[in-house]
C-alpha cells in the first residue's frame, strides 16, 4: 500500500490555520515563520491536488475539500500523540466543548466524573455558541459538544438528553413575586432581555411570537450571567434559563409563575462527529445528564 506524502506538521499547520484563519498566528503556533509556513501550505495543497484554504474579509476560511482534510488531520495527530502517550507513559488531551451557559451549569458535573475516573489525564475546554461548538466537533476540534440541540450540524450525531427549562423571574420586592401578572399584563414592565445575537436571545424572542407577547426592554445585554445580575440588582425582571438561576440561588430574585402560560424548554445534547461512538471517558455521559436534568426539571 503506497501512503501519501503527509507531514503531521503540516497537518497541524493546516488545523492550526482553520482555528486562527491567520496565517501568522497559526505558523507561531506550530513554531514555523510566516514564509515557511505559507511554503509549506502551498506544497500540501500541490500535494493533494486541491486548494484548503481561500482569502476572505476575515482571513483564511476552508474550502469544502479542506474542511474535510483537517477533520481526518485532526483525527491523525490526536492518533500520533496517543501512539507516543503509549510509550512515554503520558496521556493524550481530552478536549470537550460546551456552550457557554452549559459550560457553567450541566458540564461541571460531567467533568468532575470524569476527572475522577482519569485522574491523570488533562482535560481542556474550549467554550462559544452551541453552533461553534457543533462545527468544532464536525470539524474534530473537540471529541464531545454540549449544546442546544436545535444547533446539531448534518455532520454530528447527537444525544438528546432532556430539556432545560427557561424561568421568569424577578427582584424580591417586585410586586410580581406577590402576585403573578397576567401575560396581557406583561407588557406594562420593562425587562432585561439576552441580545438576539445569542442563542439564548434568539430563542426567547421565538417563545415571544408563540406565545403571542410583548415587553418593552430596560436593558439589553449580550451575556446570561449579566442579565441575572441585573435582575439580583433591582433593574427589572427577565426570562433566563432556569439551571442558571438554581445555580446561582441566593434570595435577591425570585420566581414568577404567569397564569395561563408555559414556556419552551430549550432541549440539551451531547454531540459528536457523525459515524463515531461516544469515546470511553464519555460513555456515561447521556445517563449522567438524564439524570442531572430530570432532577432539576
Do not use: C, Y
Not at 502551498?42 to 491536488?49: A, H, M, P, V, Y
Not at 464536525?138 to 444547533?151: C, F, K, P, S, W
Amino acid at each position: 500500500m503506497k501512503l501519501p506524502e503527509l507531514d503531521l506538521k503540516d497537518m497541524a499547520l493546516a488545523a492550526a490555520l482553520a482555528d486562527s484563519r491567520h496565517l501568522g498566528a497559526a505558523a507561531r503556533h506550530v513554531g514555523l515563520s510566516v514564509s515557511a509556513a505559507s511554503h509549506r501550505l502551498s506544497q500540501l495543497e500541490e500535494r493533494l491536488g486541491v486548494p484548503l484554504f481561500h482569502r476572505a474579509p476575515r482571513g483564511m476560511v476552508l474550502t469544502d475539500q479542506g474542511a474535510r482534510f483537517v477533520a481526518e488531520a485532526r483525527r491523525a495527530l490526536e492518533a500520533a500523540q496517543a501512539a507516543a502517550a503509549a510509550v512515554g507513559g503520558e496521556h493524550p488531551v481530552i478536549r470537550v466543548g460546551s456552550a457557554w451557559l452549559m459550560a457553567t451549569t450541566w458540564l461541571p458535573p460531567l467533568l468532575a466524573s470524569l476527572t475522577h475516573a482519569h485522574a491523570d489525564q488533562m482535560v481542556e475546554v474550549a467554550t462559544g455558541r452551541s453552533r461553534e461548538v457543533a462545527r468544532w466537533v464536525e470539524e474534530g476540534r473537540v471529541r464531545v459538544g454540549l449544546v442546544r440541540a436545535t444547533e446539531a450540524r448534518p455532520g454530528v450525531r447527537a444525544f438528546v438528553v432532556g430539556a432545560d427549562p427557561v424561568v421568569l423571574v424577578a427582584p424580591r420586592s417586585h410586586p410580581w413575586v406577590r402576585e403573578g401578572p397576567l401575560p396581557e399584563e406583561m407588557d406594562r414592565v420593562a425587562f432585561v432581555d439576552v441580545s438576539r445575537d445569542t442563542g439564548f436571545g434568539q430563542f426567547v424572542a421565538e417563545a415571544q411570537g408563540h406565545l403571542g407577547i410583548h415587553w418593552p426592554t430596560a436593558v439589553r445585554v449580550d451575556h446570561l450571567e449579566a442579565a441575572l445580575a441585573l435582575v439580583e440588582a433591582g433593574v427589572g425582571p427577565s426570562v433566563l434559563p432556569f439551571s442558571l438561576v438554581h445555580r446561582r440561588g441566593g434570595a435577591a430574585v425570585a420566581p414568577v409563575a404567569v397564569s395561563g402560560l408555559v414556556w419552551p424548554r430549550r432541549p440539551l445534547a451531547l454531540v459528536i462527529r457523525a459515524g463515531e461512538a461516544l469515546p470511553p471517558w464519555a460513555a456515561a455521559w447521556p445517563a449522567l445528564l438524564r439524570s442531572l436534568v430530570q432532577r432539576q426539571g
